[in-house]
T-cell receptor, first 114, second 114 residues
Framework: AQSVTQLGSHVSVSEGALVLLRCNYS??????LFWYVQYPNQGLQLLLK??????LVKGINGFEAEFKKSETSFHLTKPSAHMSDAAEYFC????????????FGTGTRLLVSP | DTGVSQDPRHKITKRGQNVTFRCDPI?????LYWYRQTLGQGPEFLTY????????KSRLLSDRFSAERPKGSFSTLEIQRTEQGDSAMYLC????????????FGPGTRLTVL
């Protein structure tokens, strides 16, 4: 079975500060890993994905994440937070075989203060 | 717009009533997924279609839930005899059949059972 743990249900940063959202996964098969963002009353939008190619993955809006197999982690970072980054962020894992359903973490709400 | 669409966006119903939601996936996507998201949680997988075939159902999908995709295009999710515990956001996603399963999500249908 696969699972994802997101540490911290809320993360607060100041505008311009580093954003770090933590994600640890568990998978018995090589995983695909994803970060999605959800704005209020909207669906999920894919930020970036890891598919066993480069371990450092760059996504949209200046976000990136690094796959670390030894730590079973896939943390999301952004060098400088913008007010528009305030949203809910979900880490998800799927297996690389079968029909690849997504297993999501419980989410981290990012709060950005001026 | 060629994204995933869902209808209705909001549904308020009384306990015991039946409700039906519709999802229109991206046209060339033959994989279709339904997820449920309750307040403060990440989305949870409900069911999966490849073309018109329903290939996987979660244990979360009780006998009161039924999903169809009759012609391999749009899909419907019906809940019979709704209960207050069914109140949630119901999300639909679609993806291409091959390669990495990048799922594209619709805006969701928010169900409130009174």
């Amino acid at each position: 079975a696969q699972s994802v743990t997101q540490l911290g249900s809320h993360v607060s940063v100041s505008e311009g500060a580093l954003v770090l959202l933590r994600c640890n996964y568990s998978s018995s098969v090589p995983p695909y890993l994803f970060w999605y963002v959800q704005y209020p009353n909207q669906g999920l939008q894919l930020l970036l994905k890891y598919t066993s190619a480069a371990t450092l993955v760059k996504g949209i809006n200046g976000f990136e994440a690094e796959f670390k197999k030894s730590e079973t982690s896939f943390h999301l970072t952004k060098p400088s937070a913008h007010m528009s980054d305030a949203a809910e962020y979900f880490c998800a894992v799927s297996d690389s075989t079968g029909f690849q359903k997504l297993v999501f973490g419980t989410g981290t709400r990012l709060l950005v203060s001026p | 717009d060629t994204g995933v669409s869902q209808d209705p966006r909001h549904k308020i119903t009384k306990r015991g009533q039946n409700v039906t939601f519709r999802c229109d996936p991206i046209s060339e996507h033959n994989r279709l997924y339904w997820y449920r998201q309750t307040l403060g949680q990440g989305p949870e997988f409900l069911t999966y279609f490849q073309n018109e075939a329903q290939l996987e159902k979660s244990r979360l999908l009780s006998d009161r839930f039924s999903a169809e995709r009759p012609k391999g295009s749009f899909s419907t999710l019906e809940i019979q005899r709704t209960e207050q515990g069914d109140s949630a956001m119901y999300l639909c996603a679609s993806s291409l059949p091959m390669g990495v399963n990048e799922q594209f999500f619709g805006p969701g249908t928010r169900l409130t059972v009174l």
